[in-house]
């Protein structure tokens, strides 16, 4: 099980000393808020809208039981009893008070947890493929690459002050669970044939106000040429970001200014300048960052378990579940369980302290004492063992985690949107909700298929939107507030920005519209079609037809 | 053509200690009610009570002080703009968790 190591417990705990002095430092009055901001941010407090909130790192999205627990605890303790889990695997707390952030972050800090690089214009903590170590697809657990380039990254003095924040996604699997494509550096681990380790490289994606897809800067990196060619990335990027303007900051718009050509052969020109040696660790540092997501004990199982087969004959309800929350695991006899944070007309990513809790209880009896948090928002016991399957999904219905909707309709990724958000321009959870409702019934759900909505309250689209099959943008417009839709955009493996359909609706009529967009789509697919590849055969035209002819 | 305003303001910052939303009261304190606030009518009283805001940031009060169209609307004042009129009533969602206070301690007493 991943854990920090000694150096960084040290430096978590020095951190939280020095975050203490300066917040009695502001509060006496010796540094004002100009010079606080930046310190606050700096250990992933904001100001918002009501509240200041707190987000918390969760390394590639990897907990335990008792991680889990403290962040219920500190729900209870120091927020109003409820945490949000959001698109970059982290957690926010919406409402607590400045003097306790200190406390809270000791209390982080004794389960090896910060909120440090969650904020900023650094690198962000590196964010990975949900499934890592346990999908049945997998290539190599992607995870200690990720923690490698925490180390590199951390308080790096070079990257601590860039042009715009810098978001590193990293994949073990063919598919892409990670949205690799929409990160600043989207990297998807591989093997060549002799069997060694690298990196297919992508460089420049993002969504925010300006969409674009990654592009590929190397198909093959050497596993131990890793950082120093992420090294030539960032300085790059350094030299020639535009510090001059916030909203063409970010790398992709350098990468798309250069050419994907030009930026690549300055990266090369740079990576090759770097020389030897190599800024890569031996042999023997990469097996230990490796041993800390050595796989767990497993025990040796047969794949298959009759009595599983029976209940699954037995209780359909239970055999719906399975279907759309299970998924394969790359060990005999053992599963992954996808806990939907998505119930019918609920608000995507918040859990409850006590479903923390109850989520916690069951990693421990049933997941070798493992979560992870996925980028859409929801929750995985990655380890659990098919006979054990049933135990959890009615453990889980106690506590109201058994929606059976990964990957459907209501599985809806949004964000804090104008009920929480400093910049956000409209809501997005009431929307969220709204739609949950009108497609969520099971069999209609059912009957859809795999359906990804998405939604942002602004532009700067912290709900994916521009990923979403169907994705909504929320914006404002004399005091109210409309919606954009955008159809056709994937964050997966085929990887596409979605295109606005045309004028935008308001929130009486939202919900309508797109429900003909997937009523439409449920007329003219063929052949089991999904969304996406009936929208990829037929365009835009006939969903907007549909749309403005009724709306 | 210049924007159509109601010509009244009101100064709103947040609580440094729980970035609660207050705006400048009649009374000189901070309040998070709207009703109560201190009113502008012109840029004289405008500056006066910006003037008041900066001097609650010295004295570590509030952060982030600035003025706020408001209107009169169904018989109280509401700020023109949405953001604003979202700051004053809070989350529209999870209404079981936010109208609790923060921490058990606070719930229990």
């Known amino acids: 099980m991943y854990r920090y190591d000694e150096f960084d417990a040290t430096f978590v705990r020095q951190r939280v000393k020095q975050f203490r002095g300066q917040v009695e430092r502001r509060a006496a009055g010796e540094l004002s808020e100009d010079e606080f901001r930046p310190l606050r941010l700096m250990n992933g407090l904001y100001l918002q809208l009501h509240a200041y909130m707190l987000r918390v790192a969760v390394p590639y999205g990897t907990l335990s039981a008792r991680q889990m627990r403290k962040l219920a605890f500190i729900a209870d303790s120091y927020d109003r009893g409820y945490g949000h889990f959001t698109t970059r695997q982290n957690i926010q707390y919406n409402w607590p008070r400045l003097p306790d952030v200190p406390d809270i972050l000791g209390h982080l800090a004794e389960v090896e947890m910060h909120a440090i690089q969650t904020s900023g214009n650094c690198i962000r903590n590196v964010t990975a493929d949900h499934w890592a170590g346990v999908a049945a697809d997998e290539v190599e657990d992607p995870r200690p690459y990720a923690e490698l380039m925490r180390q590199w990254s951390s308080l790096h ?271 997005s959870i009431p929307v969220a909700q709204d739609i949950s409702k009108r497609l969520g019934e099971p069999a209609r759900q059912r009957e859809i298929g795999d359906m990804k909505i998405k939604i942002s309250g602004c532009i700067n689209a912290c709900g994916h939107h521009h990923a979403g099959h169907i994705g909504i943008l929320g914006l404002e417009k004399r005091g109210r507030e409309y919606y954009q839709i955008t159809l056709g955009g994937s964050g997966d493996e085929s990887a596409s920005v979605g295109e606005i359909i045309g004028p935008g609706f308001s929130s009486e009529n939202l919900s309508g519209a797109v429900e003909t967009i997937v009523d439409t789509y449920v007329e003219l697919r063929q052949n089991g079609e999904t969304f996406l590849e009936a929208y990829r055969r037929v365009g835009p035209e006939p969903f907007k037809e549909a749309v403005y002819a009724t709306h | 053509m210049a924007k159509k305003t109601t010509g009244l303001h009101a100064l709103t910052g947040n609580l440094l200690a729980d970035g609660r939303v207050v705006f400048l009261a009649i009374n000189g304190g901070w309040s998070d009610s709207l009703d109560i606030a201190r009113l502008a009518r012109g840029e004289n009283d405008a500056a006066e009570l910006e003037a008041e805001g900066a001097e609650a940031v010295r004295a570590n009060v509030i952060v982030d002080p600035y003025l706020v169209e408001v209107e009169v609307g169904q018989g109280q004042l509401v700020p023109v703009e949405l953001r604003e009129r979202m700051r004053i009533r809070g989350p529209s969602v999870n209404l079981e968790f936010n109208s609790r206070p923060n921490g058990q301690a606070a719930i229990a007493a």
């Open chain 1, 157 to 427: 003095p070079e990257f601590s002050f860039l042009p715009r924040k810098f978001k590193i996604a990293v994949t073990g699997s063919q598919a892409d669970r990670a949205a690799i494509r929409y990160h600043d550096i989207g990297l998807r681990l591989k093997k060549n044939t002799q069997g060694e380790a690298g990196f297919e490289v992508f460089v420049g994606g993002g969504m925010g106000r300006t969409p674009m897809l990654a592009a590929r800067v190397r198909d093959w990196l050497a596993r131990d040429d890793l950082l120093t060619y992420l090294e030539a990335i960032m300085r790059v990027f350094n030299l020639h970001g535009r510090r001059d303007n916030k909203y063409k900051a970010r790398i992709k718009i350098l990468v798309h200014a250069l050419g994907a050509e030009e930026f690549s052969a300055q990266v090369e020109e740079e990576f090759a300048r770097t020389g030897a040696p190599r800024i890569m660790p031996g042999e023997g540092e990469l097996k230990r960052i490796a041993a800390y997501f050595a796989p767990p004990g497993y025990d040796a199982l047969r794949d298959d378990d009759p009595a599983l087969a029976l209940r699954l004959e037995k209780h359909k309800d239970f055999a719906g579940w399975v279907e759309r929350n299970v998924s394969a695991h790359g060990v005999p006899g053992y599963a992954i369980v996808n806990i939907s944070l998505k119930p019918i007309g609920g608000i995507p990513g918040d859990a409850s302290a006590d479903q923390m809790r109850a989520v916690a209880d069951l990693a421990e009896s049933f997941s070798l004492d493992e979560i992870r948090i996925s980028h859409e928002q929801n929750l995985v016991l990655p380890n659990v063992r098919k006979r054990d399957l049933f135990a959890v999904w009615l453990s889980l219905g106690e506590h109201g985690l058994a929606d059976a909707n990964i990957g459907l309709a209501s599985d809806i990724i949004a964000c804090p949107g104008l009920d929480y958000c400093g910049l956000a321009t409209a809501r």
